[in-house]
């Protein structure tokens, strides 16, 4: 049988696809939710002023930049590739080669609770620099995607750092 479709591309390293091999948490997709709400009654504010002829920039912006955190509080997390990982948090993102990484791994940390300032301790996926240096992820215990679901998360941190041993040439 001729396929009519074009072939698939191959992919390469450059052109990986990053994935997060966990499912965002309750408390996560539920703020985002929230703030899908509230953009929604900034947007119909915005047109209901906009039709009696007052100013409705401000609250069209407001809902826009609304909608524009709840997206992207979506996409905070921990995301691997055979290229590397990428901690994504909600305004940085960081990103290490898996050439630049001696280890990952799981530590007790000082952590912030939901993301938000107040610290707790807790547990936290920590990557080991070849310089030494530790850098702690947003995959934490106290986090928006796991709070409360301590056997999520170490399923989560395992196959993280199963990943992170192939990527990093060890055995798993």
Do not use: K
């Amino acid at each position: 049988m001729v396929s009519l479709l074009p072939p698939a591309p191959q992919r390469t390293l450059l052109h990986d696809q990053w994935n997060r091999p966990y499912a965002p948490g309750p408390w996560r997709v539920g703020g985002a939710a929230f703030l899908g709400v509230l953009a929604s009654y900034l947007l119909v504010a915005g047109f209901t002023l906009g039709m009696v002829g007052s100013g409705p920039v401000l609250p069209l912006v407001l809902a826009v930049l609304l909608l524009a955190a709840g997206l992207r509080l979506l996409r905070v997390g921990v995301w691997v590739s055979r290229a590397g990982v990428r901690s994504v948090a909600l305004l940085r993102t960081t990103t290490v080669r898996w050439t630049d990484l001696v280890d990952v791994r799981v530590e007790d940390a000082s952590v912030p609770l939901l993301g938000l300032p107040r610290r707790v301790r807790g547990q936290a996926l920590v990557l080991v620099h070849r310089s030494g240096r530790r850098t702690i992820t947003v995959l934490t215990d106290q986090g928006a995607d796991f709070l409360r679901r301590a056997d999520a998360f170490a399923d989560a941190a395992d196959v993280l750092c199963e990943r992170a041993a192939a990527g990093l040439g060890h055995a798993p």
